[in-house]
């Protein structure tokens, strides 16, 4: 069985431009959660899709979005990156308990 | 609200000895907790979790973790350390209702051979 993976493994952008990151869960699971992991700071909670609706979102800014395909892909939008940006997101789903991670995208903005 | 404390930035612990990693955490009603561990470069692996039933929980590559309610703690555990153990550790948590998990700020832990 295929684990989530996770599009693209590295992403270099420049501030001010967009970003997207793609993620799909593990065959059977309908909820998607992201995370970004900056250096030094431990892995912050972004956004959780269920089912095909935003279900709660973490303390980031607006431009910072993404959706769930019926599917239960998932992709995460950056917008007017900023070098802070920097760093490795990750993705995961789950079936009710535990969560399973990709091996993340990391995206750098010079 | 829910929070994860992990007081240790390292723990740094000679090879076949015991080794601990600290956790402790705040929520409303019982906890989910969970242990992740994370390689360089690398997605979080799951080591082990608690929902109810027997404090001492059991799970991958001979870890163990203890919840103690009392104190709010889910120390992580190994009676003999490996080199490969040397990774990053993470405590998380949740409460019973549908929410994301929390994550601690993470434990790196140094093996020496």
């Known amino acids: 069985e295929a684990g989530v993976t996770q599009s693209p493994t590295h992403l270099i952008k420049t501030r001010g431009q967009q970003a997207t990151l793609r993620c799909s869960p593990i065959?059977?699971?309908?909820?998607v959660y992201w995370y970004q992991q900056a250096l030094g700071l431990g892995l912050q909670f972004l956004l959780w899709y269920d089912e095909g609706e935003e279900r709660n979102r973490g303390n980031f800014p607006p431009r910072f979005s993404g959706r769930q395909f019926p599917n239960y892909s998932s992709e995460l939008n950056v917008n007017a990156l900023e070098l802070e940006d920097s760093a490795l997101y990750l993705c995961?789903?789950?079936?009710?308990?535990?969560?399973?991670f990709g091996e993340g995208s990391r995206l750098t903005v010079l | 609200a829910q929070s994860v404390a992990q007081p240790e930035d390292q723990v740094n612990v000679a090879e076949g000895n015991p080794l601990t990693v600290k956790c402790t955490y705040s929520?409303?009603?019982?906890?989910?907790l969970f242990w992740y561990v994370q390689y360089p470069n690398r997605g979080l692996q799951f080591l082990l979790k608690?929902?109810?039933?027997?404090?001492l929980v059991k799970g991958s590559y001979g870890f163990e973790a203890e919840f103690n309610k009392s104190q709010t703690s889910f120390h992580l555990k190994k009676p003999s350390a490996l080199v490969s153990d040397s990774a990053l550790y993470f405590c998380a948590v949740r409460d019973t209702g549908r929410r994301a998990l929390t994550f601690g700020s993470g434990t790196r832990l140094q093996v020496q051979p």
């Open positions: 929520v409303s009603g019982n906890p989910y």
């Open positions: 608690y929902i109810t039933g027997d404090n």
């Open positions: 065959s059977g699971h309908t909820s």
């Open positions: 995961a789903s789950h079936p009710g308990g535990e969560l399973f």
